[in-house]
């Protein structure tokens, strides 16, 4: 079965760097497109960030210039590089998987909280 | 970029009865709309795309209906474990990928 397997969130000071991971299994990473989703604490679902199975990635306008998708095939292993962290960039960040512009797995969440 | 409405923002449901959930795009988006469902502390869960095909392991008590600019989600008996959030999100012409605002499913 499909699983997904978010890590690295935490408690950050604005301004500084963190990056997440997301572990794959189930399914041929390879093949397919995986997102980043965030939700704001009691608010609903922003997208982050995609990127193709051919590696073309796209960002919201929110982290444009800040964040950056990546992945590694072969750990089977989505990334997340998030700088220049601001306050409202606080949220459960989720990643997921893509089939063909909607989403159909999702991992369970990390919580990314930005505070000085 | 498409901007999506939902309504109502909470509906207040006894479990055993109906309930409808619309979804508007500003644009037309064909069939392409997928619906989902999170409940509280929990991730969201593809429930519907195509408008109208559940997904996999989806009980038959959802249903959606819609196309262009209008959609609605069903739930024909609500049961406990129904009472959520639900999202639609438009997938024609991306990026960006949008979602809508969400309604709460509650008990009344």
């Known amino acids: 079965q499909v699983q997904l397997l978010e890590s690295g969130g935490g408690v950050v000071q604005p301004g500084r760097s963190l990056r997440l991971s997301c572990g794959a299994s189930?399914?041929?990473?390879?093949?397919?497109?995986m997102h980043w989703v965030r939700q704001p604490p009691g608010k609903g679902l922003e997208w982050v960030a995609v990127i193709s199975y051919d590696g073309t990635k796209y960002y919201a306008d929110s982290v444009k210039g800040r964040f950056t998708i990546s992945r590694d095939n072969s750990k089977n292993t989505l990334y997340l590089e998030m700088n220049s962290l601001k306050p409202e960039d606080t949220a459960v960040y989720f990643c997921?998987?893509?089939?063909?512009?909607?989403?159909?797995?999702w991992g369970q969440g990390t919580l990314v909280a930005v505070s000085s | 970029d498409i901007v999506m409405t939902q309504s109502p923002a909470t509906l207040s449901v006894s479990p055993g009865e109906r309930a409808t959930l619309s979804c508007r795009a500003s644009?037309?988006?064909?069939?392409?709309l997928a619906w989902y469902q999170q409940k509280p502390g929990q991730a969201p869960r593809l429930l519907i795309y195509?408008?109208?095909t559940r997904a996999t392991g989806i009980p038959a008590r959802f249903s959606g209906r819609g196309s262009g600019t209008e959609f609605t989600l069903t739930i024909s008996s609500l049961q406990s474990e129904d009472f959520a959030v639900y999202y639609c999100q438009p997938y024609n012409n991306w990026p960006p990928f949008t979602f809508g605002p969400g309604t709460k499913v509650d008990i009344k």
């Open positions: 189930g399914f041929t990473f390879r093949n397919f497109g």
């Open positions: 997921a998987k893509d089939m063909i512009g909607f989403f159909d797995y």
């Open positions: 195509g408008a109208s």
């Open positions: 644009q037309s988006v064909s069939s392409n």
